[in-house]
């Protein structure tokens, strides 16, 4: 049997579903619900997951962590009890998922994505890609404004980032979106000093490739944006500015990025490349979870359906193992 684990408003974990049904696989997807379907007997072990047990889950494929509390909740708390139940309510939460993800770990589940072996800290997965041969756009670590106009006046076009993922912000009446940011042009705005903070040279875009990466085969869109001079193409995206395209990988990237993956012990996971105007490849960043669904719609390659095959697929082979 399968186990998802996911949040309840994902759509691409409900595609997967869909076609898992219609291959007859069994499997069962826990969410929020954890908290109404897991049953946990400490003293003999016995865990129980929608009432099935859990050494009949085989195969795992680990989507996303499931929200701790629903926005609405989070909202009551912070009006009745501000934030520090709300940091209870998520230290508590992750306990309960570290315990059940250690017990599926102890019965030696096959995983399609690896919760243990996931980084997202982009320093990290840039050295690392480094070591394995591929390119990364020049990136430096600063925390004053002094040091950002010497890159700047040294002729430098600058980009910033996050460490690690973007966090949206919101407010009572707003909604702000993190994105990858120009520079050059804000150094007005900049503090004398602040928290230290990712910046990177500006590669110079002719298209940027989101490759997703499932058992051992590539999967790869090519996004060309109507306006280069946007740093972050997912604007374009939302603008609905930019085309999507079935795309190659050249073999010594492909191996370059295999080795990469297989470093990080990663069998599922979306890859992000930039491809300048000399068709030179830069490696941005790794997304162990995968996002594929508008690459998916788009260029009509039925990525849902593959990750359904791929779960029958290692499911299969658990059941062979055992007999």
């Given at each position: ?104 770990k102890k ?116 996004i060309i ?85 791929a779960l ?12």
């Amino acid at each position: 049997m399968v186990l998802i684990i996911s949040k309840s408003d994902d759509t691409p974990t409900e595609q997967v579903a869909n076609w898992l049904n219609t291959y007859k696989v069994p499997f069962f997807v826990l969410n929020e619900n954890i908290y109404d379907v897991l049953e946990i007997n400490f003293n003999s072990g016995e865990i129980f997951i929608g009432g099935y047990s859990i050494d009949m889950f085989k195969v795992v494929w680990f989507r996303k962590f499931p929200y701790a509390l629903q926005e609405s909740q989070k909202k009551d708390i912070r009006n009745n009890l501000y934030f520090s139940l709300v940091e209870y309510n998520l230290i508590e939460a992750r306990a309960l998922r570290e315990y059940l993800f250690f017990e599926l770990k102890k019965r030696d589940v096959v995983w399609l994505t690896n919760p243990f072996f996931m980084t997202e800290n982009k320093l990290i997965q840039m050295q690392t890609a480094k070591a394995c041969g591929l390119s990364v756009p020049e990136t430096f670590i600063v925390n004053n404004k002094k040091k950002v106009k010497t890159l700047v006046n040294s002729g430098k076009e600058l980009i910033t980032k996050p460490f690690e993922n973007c966090v949206n912000f919101r407010s009572e009446n707003r909604f702000i979106t993190m994105q990858t940011t120009a520079v050059n042009d804000k150094l007005d705005a900049i503090p004398d000093y602040f928290r230290p903070a990712l910046i990177q040279s500006k590669i110079e875009r002719q298209f940027e490739i989101r490759v997703f990466y499932l058992l051992g085969v590539f999967f790869s869109t090519k996004i060309i944006t109507n306006d280069n001079t946007m740093v972050d193409h997912r604007i374009s995206v939302a603008n609905d500015d930019c085309r999507f395209e079935i795309y190659q990988l050249p073999k010594d990237v492909e191996e370059k990025l295999r080795h990469l993956l297989d470093t990080f012990q990663l069998n599922c996971a979306s890859v992000d490349l930039i491809v300048n105007t000399r068709n030179e490849h830069y490696f941005l960043e790794i997304n162990p979870v995968g996002q594929f669904t508008y690459h998916s719609v788009f260029n009509n390659t039925y990525l849902e359906i593959e990750i359904a095959l791929a779960l029958k697929k290692l499911l299969k082979e658990c059941s062979i193992k055992n007999t």
